[in-house]
C-alpha cells in the first residue's frame, strides 16, 4: 500500500504547477483570477508554495488510496490514473457545490453560482493532471 505515496505526491506537485500555470495564463490573458495580488511574482509564487504543499499531502494520501483500490480501477496506466483523478475530482468538490449552490437557490445571486462553477472547474483542473500523472508514474515506479 505504501507504494502509492511517492507517485502521489510526485502527480499532486505537477497538479499544483499545472493549476498555478493556469492562473498566471489566466492572469496575462486579461481574465479575472479570485487569488488577491495575483499579478504579482510574489503572489503566484506564494499560491504556487501552498499549492505545492496542499496538493503534496493530499496527492500522498490519495496516492495510497489509489495503490489500495489499484485493482479494482479500471482502465491501465494513463486511463486508470485519468479515472482515479476524475473521481478525487467530483468527490472533493462535492462540498463546495453543496455549500454554496444551496444558498444560490434559496436567493438567486449570481456570485454564489459563480463560487460553486469556478472552484469546481478549477479544482477538478488539478485532479484531472494529478490522475494523468498518477498512473503512468505509479506503473512506472517498482518502490
Given at each position: 500500500?505504501?507504494?502509492g ?7 499532486g506537485f505537477?497538479g499544483?504547477?499545472a493549476i ?6 489566466k ?7 479570485y487569488?488577491p ?8 509564487s ?5 499549492e505545492?504543499?496542499y496538493?503534496g499531502?493530499f ?15 479500471p ?7 485519468l479515472?482515479?483523478?476524475?473521481m ?12 454554496n449552490?444551496?444558498?444560490w437557490l ?7 453560482l ?10 477538478f ?7 494523468l500523472?498518477l ?9
Open positions: 500500500m505504501i507504494r505515496f511517492y507517485p502521489g505526491v510526485i502527480a505537477i499544483s504547477v498555478t500555470g493556469y492562473f498566471i495564463l492572469a496575462l490573458l486579461g481574465f479575472e483570477v487569488i495580488d495575483f499579478t504579482s511574482v510574489d503572489g503566484w506564494s499560491f504556487l508554495i501552498y505545492l504543499g496538493t499531502i496527492g500522498g494520501i490519495f496516492g495510497l488510496v489509489y495503490s489500495k483500490f489499484y485493482k479494482k480501477i482502465g491501465k496506466g494513463i486511463k486508470k490514473g479515472f482515479f483523478g476524475c478525487i475530482g467530483l468527490l472533493s468538490n462535492i462540498w463546495i457545490a453543496q455549500r449552490y444551496l444558498p434559496l436567493t438567486g445571486l449570481d456570485w454564489y459563480e463560487m460553486v462553477a469556478i472552484p469546481f472547474t478549477e479544482g483542473l488539478i485532479w484531472v493532471t494529478y490522475g500523472v498512473g503512468p508514474v505509479y506503473e512506472r515506479l517498482n518502490l
